[in-house]
C-alpha cells in the first residue's frame, strides 16, 4: 500500500464508491483549519483519497475547480459517475451549510451547482442524511434531516427545534432535481422521524430507503434510538414505516448514534444494512457490529475485531466480491484518544454469509483483496461468457417457439377453409337432396296420375269391348 497516499487521521467524512473505486474526502483532519475560507484549506480541501480496484492501492488525486465549505459531516453520494456532496459545517462558529456541489470523477473537477444560501428554504446543515432516485429519467437529492442554522423558513410539514447551543435539529426533507436545479418539499405520511441527527441512512432501491439509529430530539429531550425505518420515496410523498426493537429480543443492537453502515446488495439474495460502533446512551464508544437483514427484520451480531468496530464519526463500504463474499472497508473515525491513528484507519475485513445463513468474518491483507477481486473479475468474465451464450440460446429458442407458432397459425387457416368447405358441401348436398325429393315427389303424382289415366282407358277399353260384343 503507498502509505503516503493512504487516507490520514480523519472523522466525520463520507465515502462514496464508484464502480468498484472508493473515494474519501475532506473530514476533519489534522492540519486542516476550522476557518471559513483560505488558501490552506482549499489546498487540503483540493485533494481526494482513492482506493484503486487494480492495483489495491490508495492514490491521492488533486481536483481542479472550487471544493465546498463544509467539509466535515456532509452528505455525499454517488450517481453514475458523479458524486455529490450536500451540506456540511465549516469548523468554525455555527456556520453550516446548503450548497449542492457535483465531483466529476473522470476529470476530477468541481462543480457548484447550488452555492449556500442563507434565505434559501432549505435548513443549512449537517449530520443529516442524502439518498439519490431516478424519476422519469431524471435524478433528483433527497436530503433528510441534521443539525445546523436557524432555518430561514420553518416548512410546514417539518419540525425545527432550538438546542441549547444555539443550533437546530430538523427531520426537514429537502428535494433537488439535479437536470432542472429545482427545491422542492415532499410531503410525510407515516410514521416520520422527529429531529434527527447522527443516523445512518441508505438506498436499498431506486425509490426505497433503509434508516437506523440516530439522535431524535423531541422538546428538546435528546435521545439515541435503536429503531428502523424504512421510506418509499415519491416524487412528492415520503412514506416512513417504523420498526422498534420487539420486547424480550436480545438480537437487536443498542441505541447508538454517530454510527456508520452500509447497504450489502449482493443480486439475488435481499439487501442488508451493516452498521457498526458510535456512540451509545452514556456517550460511551460502542465496539460492535451488526447486519440487519430488510426483508426479515432480524439482526445479526458480527464477530468483528475491536480495533475495527470500536470507533465513531467513521465511515463504512462495501465491496461484492462474489454473491457470498464481500469486503467491507472501515476508514477513519474517532475513539477516546482522538481520532483512530495508523496501522487501524483503514480496515479491509471479508465478510462469507454462509449456507447456514450465518456470517463469518474475517481480515483481509491488501494481496488477499486484489487476488479476489482478480477471481471476482474471472468469475464475471465467466458469467457474462455464459450469459452470452444463454442469450444466444433464448434468441435461437424464441425464433423456432416463432416458427411453430407460425406452422401451428398455418394448419390452423387449414383446417378453418378445409372444415369451411366441407360445409358448403354439406349444404350442397342439403340443397341437392331437397330438390331430388321434391322431383322424386313430383314424378310419384304424375305416375300415381298416368296409373289412374291407365286405369280409366282401361276401363274405357272394357266398356268399348263390351260394346263390341253387344
Ligand atoms: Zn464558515
Known amino acids: 500500500m503507498a502509505s503516503e497516499d493512504k487516507p490520514n487521521e480523519r472523522m466525520y467524512h463520507r465515502t462514496a464508491s464508484v464502480g468498484d473505486s472508493l473515494y474519501v474526502w475532506a473530514g476533519y483532519q489534522a492540519g486542516l483549519p476550522g476557518v471559513h475560507d483560505n488558501t490552506k484549506k482549499r489546498r487540503i480541501t483540493s485533494n481526494i483519497q482513492h482506493l484503486s480496484p487494480s492495483t489495491g492501492q490508495w492514490i491521492a488525486r488533486d481536483t481542479t475547480g472550487t471544493p ?13 459517475d458523479q458524486l455529490y456532496y450536500f451540506g456540511g459545517w465549516c469548523g468554525h462558529d455555527n456556520c453550516y451549510h446548503n450548497s449542492v456541489s457535483q465531483l466529476d470523477t473522470v476529470s476530477l473537477q468541481w462543480r457548484e451547482l447550488e452555492p449556500t444560501n442563507a434565505t434559501r428554504p432549505v435548513m443549512r446543515r449537517a449530520n443529516g442524511g442524502m439518498i439519490s432516485f431516478e424519476h422519469d429519467g431524471v435524478h433528483h437529492l433527497l436530503m433528510i434531516g441534521g443539525t445546523g442554522s436557524k432555518p430561514a423558513v420553518k416548512l410546514q410539514d417539518y419540525k425545527y427545534i432550538k438546542l441549547r447551543n444555539g443550533n437546530w435539529s430538523t427531520n426537514e426533507h429537502s428535494m433537488y432535481n439535479i437536470s432542472s436545479r429545482k427545491w422542492s418539499n415532499p410531503s410525510v405520511i407515516g410514521q416520520c422521524i422527529p429531529p434527527s441527527s447522527f443516523f445512518v441512512i441508505e438506498s436499498i432501491e431506486n425509490t426505497k430507503a433503509v434508516l437506523f439509529g440516530g ?45 456508520a453502515g452500509a447497504i450489502i446488495m449482493t443480486g439475488s ?19 460492535d457490529c451488526w447486519v440487519f437483514n430488510i426483508t426479515q427484520h432480524s439482526w445479526i451480531k458480527l464477530d468483528v475485531p475491536h480495533s475495527v468496530s470500536k470507533r465513531f464519526a467513521h465511515s463504512l463500504s462495501v465491496f461484492i466480491m462474489s454473491p457470498h463474499c464481500v469486503c467491507m472497508i472501515t476508514v477513519g473515525g ?5 481520532p483512530v491513528a495508523d496501522p487501524n484507519i483503514v480496515m479491509l475485513n471479508k465478510l462469507v454469509f454462509n449456507r447456514n445463513g450465518q456470517w463469518t468474518v474475517g481480515d483481509m491483507s491488501n494481496e488477499e483483496y486484489q487476488q479476489q477481486l482478480q477471481t471476482e473479475k474471472r468469475i464475471q468474465v465467466f458469467m457474462l461468457s455464459l450469459e ?22 398455418y394448419c390452423l387457416q387449414l383446417q378453418s377453409k378445409e372444415s369451411e368447405k366441407q360445409e358448403a358441401l354439406q349444404e350442397k348436398d342439403r340443397e341437392h337432396q331437397v330438390v331430388l325429393q321434391k322431383k322424386d315427389r313430383e314424378l310419384q303424382e304424375k305416375d300415381r296420375q298416368l296409373q289412374k289415366k291407365d286405369r280409366e282407358l282401361q276401363k274405357k277399353d272394357r266398356q268399348l269391348q263390351e260394346k263390341d260384343r253387344e
Open 334 to 338: 474517532g475513539d477516546y484518544n482522538g
Open 388 to 409: 452470452e451464450k444463454e442469450k444466444k440460446l433464448q434468441d435461437m429458442e424464441r425464433k423456432e417457439a416463432e416458427k411453430e407458432r407460425e406452422i401451428r397459425r
Open 68 to 80: 465546498p465549505l463544509g467539509v466535515r459531516a456532509y452528505c455525499c453520494i454517488a450517481i453514475n
Open 215 to 259: 439522535m431524535e430530539i423531541d422538546d428538546d429531550k435528546k435521545t439515541p434510538t435503536s429503531n428502523i425505518y424504512i421510506l418509499e420515496i415519491s416524487i412528492s410523498t415520503v412514506s416512513w414505516q417504523c420498526i422498534k426493537k420487539p420486547k424480550g429480543m436480545d438480537q437487536w443492537p443498542m441505541r447508538r448514534y454517530w454510527h
Open 269 to 287: 439474495d435481499c439487501p442488508m444494512l451493516v452498521i457498526s460502533g458510535g456512540w451509545d446512551i452514556n456517550n460511551d464508544i460502542l465496539n
